[in-house]
């Protein structure tokens, strides 16, 4: 498996009436992010771009970014979760606080 493939698929619409993408890896994430509109390049989405530039030059994993770009998503209302992409997201949190704890 290639470093910069993301464990789990992260799925985005840009609104309705468009096609629900798939995003795969760091350097999807990427080409996603520099499309996006400048006038809304916010500290979130610099915040996953740096986190996906990171991960380019392997100062960060490919889950890290992908979680970065998730949250991105999520949080500028692009993310398309269904009950199995939730359930990934829950377990994902629940192990990651788990490690924060020990």
Not at 14 to 41: N, Q, T, Y
């Amino acid at each position: 498996m290639d470093r910069l493939q993301f464990l789990s698929t992260v799925r985005v619409s840009r609104g309705k009436g468009h096609p629900v993408e798939e995003i795969d890896s760091v350097a999807e994430a990427m080409a996603f992010l520099r499309e996006w509109p400048v006038g809304r390049r916010g500290p979130v989405y610099r915040c996953a771009l740096n986190c996906c530039a990171a991960a380019m030059a392997a100062q960060m994993t490919a889950e890290e970014a992908r979680r970065s770009f998730s949250g991105f998503a999520r949080i500028t209302g692009l993310l398309v979760e269904d009950r199995l992409t939730a359930a990934a997201h829950l377990a994902s949190e629940e192990t990651a606080a788990k490690t924060a704890v020990r």
